[in-house]
């Protein structure tokens, strides 16, 4: 009769050694460590083992779970045109900071479109939202002084030439000059 042969397996560095049944286990001559003794049907069977978990973990994190949407955009806006802060207060003629006194208040509704590189989430807002609010002016904000009207830049008056340079001419107003 014919002994099986027999392995020491090295779990953590995954070698295989040959040894005689009987003989005593030795360390793993590369990691130092202790080795497993393993015939080798049971070392193909834990080897196929070992595959397909991996197999199987790496399809569970391929797929996406159904419960969760995806973190990046609402499924429900993806038809939609959507801006981002800035450019929605820049149209609404409000400061950014505003913009974000009428999201905390409720009354401009803005949608999560992912996260930044630090971490933080990026929100827009819907074109059909900014269109209305331009249409029909923004609410007031509660607690808050009704939104002022944009005020028109203040021009300073122009120079006027003196009397004698009423010409325009280069000479003329060389000729004002008062030496």
Known sequence: MIDDPTIAWCAYCRKQTLIEAGEPLPLCSVCGRDQEQ??????????????????SSAIA????????????????????????????????????????D??????????????????????????????????????QLPGQPAPSPP???KMWPAPRPEDDARDGTPGSRIRALKV
């Open 38 to 55: 393993l015939s080798p049907r049971d070392l193909d069977a834990r080897l196929l083992a070992e595959k397909a978990e991996a197999i």
């Open 151 to 153: 005020r028109a830049r």
């Open 102 to 139: 009428y999201i905390d208040a409720g009354l401009i509704h803005a949608t999560r479109w992912g996260t930044s590189k630090k971490g933080d989430p990026i929100e827009r807002i819907a074109d059909d939202e900014v269109k209305k609010y331009l249409r029909d002016g923004l609410p």
């Open 61 to 100: 994190r391929a797929l996406p779970t159904p419960a969760q949407p995806s973190p990046k955009r609402s499924r429900d806006v993806s038809d939609r045109k959507m801006h981002p802060k800035s450019y929605a207060a820049r149209v609404l003629g409000i400061h950014e900071s505003r913009l974000q």
